[in-house]
């Protein structure tokens, strides 16, 4: 099967654009899920989608969003960024997103904002 | 709530040696405790998973990790590192009745020199 897969792999924006990144999680899989990763905070969850429904949230502002398809795909929006926002952005999916299902990645989109 | 600490940000190992990359948890009930790896710029690469059953896990690329409740800890081992091998490592763990969304540890970095 084929991996979890992120579009696009880099992005640079300015401060105040908004960014969209795309992620298509295995075959099959039907829970995905986001993180953000920077060097001092390390793996952030951001939130999680199941059968196109939001099932858990982390601790991040409005500003970040995300959706779910009717085929599993899944994509995040981050609007008015910020330079902090600056992060390698991870999805990850697993079969159904239970315990103890196992997530796997994909290589992430590495966002840098100026 | 579950928790997991990876005590070492930098682990040094000699080609040929073994290695160890240490983690300690702390859940409310049972564990579920992953490794992960990760190369620069890259997504992270399931190494292997302890659910129930054997304490010695084995996983991919020659790794294996012993799961020690009465220590809570699952430390990574493998017998002889490889240059290869050098990456960063992160343990992460789930709680049997409690979240979905797994918690990383901040990772430990691996380095081998020849």
């Known amino acids: 099967k084929a991996g979890v897969t992120q579009t696009p792999r880099y992005l640079i924006k300015t401060r105040g654009q908004q960014v969209t990144l795309s992620c298509s999680p295995i075959?099959?899989?039907?829970?995905v899920s986001w993180y953000q990763q920077t060097p001092g905070q390390g793996l952030q969850f951001l939130f999680e989608y199941f059968s196109e429904t939001q099932r858990n949230k982390g601790n991040f502002p409005g500003r970040f969003s995300g959706r779910q398809f009717s085929n599993s795909r899944s994509e995040m929006n981050v609007s008015t960024l910020e330079l902090g926002d600056s992060a390698l952005y991870l999805c990850?999916?697993?079969?159904?997103?239970?315990?103890?299902?196992?997530?796997?990645f994909g290589p992430g989109t590495r966002l840098t904002v100026l | 709530a579950q928790s997991v600490a990876q005590p070492e940000d930098q682990v040094k190992v000699a080609e040929g040696n073994p290695l160890t990359v240490k983690c300690t948890y702390s859940v409310s009930g049972n564990p579920y405790l992953f490794w992960y790896v990760q190369y620069p710029n890259r997504g992270l690469q399931f190494l292997l998973k302890y659910i129930t059953g054997d304490n010695l896990v084995k996983g991919s690329y020659g790794f294996e990790a012993e799961f020690n409740k009465s220590q809570t800890s699952f430390h990574l081992k493998k017998p002889s590192a490889l240059v290869s091998d050098s990456a960063l490592y992160f343990c992460?763990?789930?709680?049997?009745?409690?979240?979905?969304?797994?918690?990383f540890g901040r990772g430990t970095s691996l380095i081998v020199h020849p």
């Open positions: 992460a763990v789930r709680d049997e009745g409690g979240s979905y969304i797994p918690t």
């Open positions: 990850a999916s697993s079969e159904t997103g239970q315990v103890p299902d196992t997530q796997y």
């Open positions: 075959s099959g899989h039907r829970s």
